[in-house]
């Protein structure tokens, strides 16, 4: 299946005078931020692995550090264990930041969910009030982020939404008393991030960007630029800092590509492992200080540990049509044992979110797995009662999408229909 992280920027002034002291605290509680993200669907054919479809891993040269490694099927059987590795030497080294840099404090996902939400009005660097800022959304109750959902920025057609049909269906999306917290993009492209950034200063809610394309260094370099400019621009519509990253959640380099390159696991996980420390280094360097990780399809955590990544967040896809042996009813469940597999095999310094679930509203049964409009209500009040953290697939049906499997379900798991703009 195809599918197209928090800043705290505190400035600490000293001063031997009592006024600038007073100053001082005034900024540190003005700046109180809490980070968000997204990610977007790009116009790719993809194949999920399914329940039937057993991984096979082949070792033929081992590098320190040495992974265990289970191979199992979509259950989460294990049918076989060996050994495997990701060359450490693949990861390059940061670069090194730019000199003056501001330095921020990070804030991890449980102590930034405690972060108060600033005033409805923010200023500019320039004393500027911002005409369209809104409150950030709180965290839902005991810390928790809650639920966000995907939206896809292609019309039926596949091309792309300009920016006032993005903010308008954005704002329905919000207005639909959902319970909305945050907005899942994959990628760069159709001038996304700078329109669903915007659509995210205007609803207070936060976003979770993705880059895309991690093909080859042209193009994962293209979209990492974009991602940043993307910031800046709408940054310089809000009258905010440049550098502002407070409506960012968290930043996913990739979608599933070990999943849709199940034959060359090991190399992709090793490629992605690379370009998600490259991202992580220039991000840093442009002010971002939350987290950076890769997302890909939850069983592959199993397989490689080292997926986990560096940051403390840990970025899954879980969805439990795809299982088949997992009827709607059990679905809730499902994804609480699955979520708990994955951060047991992550460990306790990792926070484990699901980056993309749903359960799709027509097409083809497979097995147990039924999709309907009363399934898929069903599953969304199962999925609140079970998950903490997690973001639905997806905000409108996507019709610019290719079915790849008998199910036909990849245009059908949109929760408000089909979008306006259809």
């Not at 260094?217 to 809000?238: H, M, P, R, T, W």
């Not at 905010?240 to 380099?253: C, H, P, Q, R, T």
Request: proline share 3%.
């Amino acid at each position: 299946m195809k599918l197209l992280k928090n800043h705290t920027s505190i400035y600490i002034i000293s001063s031997i005078i009592m006024v600038a002291v007073r100053l001082a605290i005034w900024a540190v509680a003005a700046a109180s931020i809490f980070s968000g993200v997204i990610a977007t669907p790009i116009r790719q054919d993809v194949e999920r692995l399914d329940a039937r479809a057993i991984v096979t891993v082949t070792v033929v040269k081992v590098h320190r550090p040495v992974v265990e490694v289970s191979v199992l099927d979509q259950n989460g059987n294990t049918v076989a264990k060996g050994y495997s590795t990701v060359d450490p030497d693949a990861t390059p080294a940061p670069s090194p930041t730019k000199a003056g840099k501001k330095k921020f404090i990070t804030k991890t996902l449980d102590n930034a969910a405690e972060t108060l939400a600033p005033s409805s009005t923010s200023k500019s660097s320039s004393g500027k009030v911002s005409k369209h800022s809104k409150p950030s959304v709180k965290a839902t109750k005991d810390g928790k982020l809650g639920k966000g959902i995907v939206y896809s920025v292609y019309h039926n057609t596949g091309k792309c939404k300009d920016r006032e049909t993005t903010r308008s269906e954005i704002k329905k999306v919000l207005d639909s008393g959902n319970g909305y917290n945050w907005i899942r993009i994959y990628g760069t492209d159709c001038d996304q991030v700078a329109n669903v950034m915007g659509a995210a200063y205007d609803g207070g809610v936060k976003v979770m960007l993705g880059i895309y394309n991690l093909d080859d260094d042209a193009s994962f370099q293209k979209e990492l630029d974009a991602l940043i400019a993307g910031v800046k621009a709408a940054n310089k519509e809000y009258n905010k800092e440049e550098d502002d990253w407070s409506e960012v959640a968290f930043i996913s380099v990739g979608n599933e590509v070990v999943n849709n390159n199940a034959g060359e696991a090991e190399a992709w996980v090793s490629k992605s492992l690379k370009y998600a420390a490259t991202a992580r280094s220039a991000l840093r360097g442009a002010g971002y200080t939350g987290d950076v990780g890769n997302t890909d399809v939850w069983f592959w955590y199993k397989k490689f540990p080292a997926l986990c990544g560096e940051d403390k967040l840990v970025m899954i896809n879980l969805h439990p049509f795809f299982d088949q042996h997992c009827d709607v009813s059990s679905s809730g469940t499902f994804m609480k044992d699955k979520l708990a597999e994955i951060q047991e095999a992550c460990g306790p310094d990792h926070k484990v979110i699901i980056a993309e679930t749903g359960w799709p509203n027509a097409g083809n049964k497979l097995n147990k797995a039924v999709p309907g409009k009363a399934e898929q209500a069903q599953f969304l009040k199962l999925a609140a009662e079970n998950l903490d953290d997690y973001i639905l697939l997806s905000a409108y049906d996507e019709g610019w999408k290719t079915e790849n499997s008998s199910a036909e379900v990849e245009k059908h798991w949109g929760i408000l229909g089909t979008s306006p703009s259809s």
